[in-house]
């Protein structure tokens, strides 16, 4: 069964700081990694996703993550917030073989000015 | 194409009601999600459809809940006799194909009074 876990439901970064929001999945076989951005009652905004192809993936905004499978993690990296990132992040898991995506519990991005 | 569409953005309704909401998918995607929302976590997988057959169900789903996707094309979500546990952000989302990224509507967001 697929299931993802993004350590640190609130991060807080300085504005120009390097961001860093983790997660992690569990898969039996090898999945489809999605990020996805939202902002307060919006819906999901898709940041970048990792279909098998390059392990490192660069998506919209600056923002860029790392299929690392010895770890079994996808973290989603930006070299410098901006204030405009404040927001909730989801990371997301789908099995090549499933016909479903899951998601974390989100983490919570807080850009200090 | 706009995106997926959902209609209303919001719902009050008193306990014991039944409310439907309706998703249009981006009009080429053949595959088509309802997801459940709670404040402060991550979307929850409902049902989903291929085309006009709903081909998966959560096993949380309440006999309450069901979801149509007549012709292939929108869908409605109809939840009767609402209890204040429905209370949540109700998010659509469409794909392509199988593990292509998902899109997601804005959402409709439900309260239960």
């Known amino acids: 069964a697929q299931s993802v876990t993004q350590l640190g439901s609130h991060v807080s970064v300085s504005e120009g700081a390097l961001v860093l929001l983790r997660c992690n999945y569990s898969?039996?076989?090898?999945?489809?990694l999605f990020w996805y951005v939202q902002y307060p009652n919006q819906g999901l905004q898709l940041l970048l996703k990792y279909t098998s192809a390059a392990t490192l993936v660069k998506g919209i905004n600056g923002f860029e993550a790392e299929f690392k499978k010895s770890e079994t993690s996808f973290h989603l990296t930006k070299p410098s917030a901006h204030m405009s990132d404040a927001a909730e992040y989801f990371c997301?898991?789908?099995?090549?073989?499933?016909?479903?995506?899951?998601f974390g519990t989100g983490t919570s991005l807080t850009v200090i000015p | 194409d706009t995106g997926v569409s959902q209609d209303p953005r919001h719902k009050i309704t008193k306990r014991g009601q039944n409310v439907t909401f309706r998703c249009d998918p981006i009009?080429?995607?053949?595959?088509l999600y309802w997801y459940r929302q709670t404040l402060g976590q991550g979307p929850e997988f409902l049902t989903y459809?291929?085309?006009?057959?709903?081909?998966?169900k959560s096993r949380l789903l309440s006999d309450r809940f069901s979801a149509e996707r007549p012709k292939g094309s929108f869908s409605t979500l109809e939840i009767q006799r609402t209890e204040q546990g429905d209370s949540a952000m109700y998010l659509c989302?469409?794909?392509?194909?199988?593990?292509?990224?998902?899109?997601f509507g804005q959402g409709t967001r439900l309260t239960v009074v």
């Open positions: 898969s039996s076989v090898p999945p489809y």
């Open positions: 997301a898991v789908s099995e090549n073989t499933g016909n479903q995506f899951y």
């Open positions: 009009s080429e995607h053949n595959r």
């Open positions: 459809f291929q085309n006009e057959a709903q081909l998966e």
């Open positions: 989302a469409s794909s392509f194909m199988m593990n292509t990224e998902a899109f």
